[in-house]
């Protein structure tokens, strides 16, 4: 059983940047898929940015790919998204998510674990 605690979400300007966290506690983190999903209310929940256990292979949407980079530290048992030049569009519920997946997917299904999510508001 792995459960996910999410944090670093926030109010902040179009441009500014922010860091989420994601703490995770059980065993065996290493061993587990890492994601970031995000979910604006009245629409489906979309994948934005994953990572391997080693941290060697990253996955992002291209909706964020050269603004979003996905880290984790396996010995504090977290994964990071830090996120740059942040847009209104990039408004909402963001959630981490693990699995025991080999290499790295967007497949929402293939996760097992799911955090409550951080909410992140960008103003224009």
């Known amino acids: 059983q792995v459960q996910l605690v999410e944090s670093g979400g926030g109010l902040v300007q179009a441009g500014d940047s922010l860091r989420l966290s994601c703490a995770a506690s059980?065993?065996?983190?290493?061993?587990?898929?890492m994601g970031w999903f995000r979910q604006v209310p009245g629409r489906e929940r979309e994948f934005a940015a994953a990572i391997s256990g080693s941290g060697g292979s990253t996955h992002y949407a291209d909706s964020v790919k050269g603004r979003f980079t996905i880290s984790r530290d396996n010995a504090k048992n977290t994964v990071y998204l830090q996120m740059n030049s942040l847009k209104p569009e990039d408004t909402a519920v963001y959630y981490c998510?693990?699995?025991?997946?080999?290499?790295?997917?967007?497949?929402?299904?293939?996760?097992?674990?799911w955090g409550q999510g951080t909410q992140v508001t960008v103003s224009s």
């Open positions: 998510a693990a699995g025991r997946i080999i290499g790295i997917t967007s497949t929402q299904r293939q996760y097992d674990y």
């Open positions: 059980g065993r065996a983190f290493s061993l587990y898929t």
